[in-house]
Nanobody
């Protein structure tokens, strides 16, 4: 069974930093694109940043220059370094990964979410 487990959320003042981590565990072959999404109350889930196995990144305009996504394939882990946080970054952040679990099957997995709260 494949699981994505996030850590690193919390409460911080505006201008502060947080680093989120997400580890993929279980029985699988390859982790492809990994990413972070977020969902604020009353809003739809939105992409924050993603990174392919080749290292190609895609960042939301709202976080460019402030957030950096990276991955460590030896640890099956994706990170999100969040700097210059703003109150509007407050949301539940979800880890996402496309994972090849056998020769025939690649599935999309989600983490359970971690709360990030930014106060003035």
């Amino acid at each position: 069974q494949v699981q994505l487990v996030e850590s690193g959320g919390g409460a911080v003042q505006a201008g502060g930093s947080l680093r989120l981590s997400c580890v993929a565990s279980g029985n699988f072959q390859t982790v492809y694109t990994m990413g972070w999404y977020r969902q604020a109350p009353g809003n739809q889930r939105e992409l924050v940043a993603s990174i392919t196995r080749d290292g190609n990144r895609n960042d939301a305009d709202s976080v460019k220059g402030r957030f950096t996504i990276s991955r460590d394939d030896a640890k099956n882990t994706v990170y999100l370094q969040m700097n210059s946080l703003k109150p509007e970054d407050t949301a539940v952040y979800f880890c996402s990964a496309y994972i090849k679990i056998n020769f025939y099957t690649t599935n999309h997995f989600w983490g359970q979410g971690t709360q990030v709260t930014v106060s003035l």
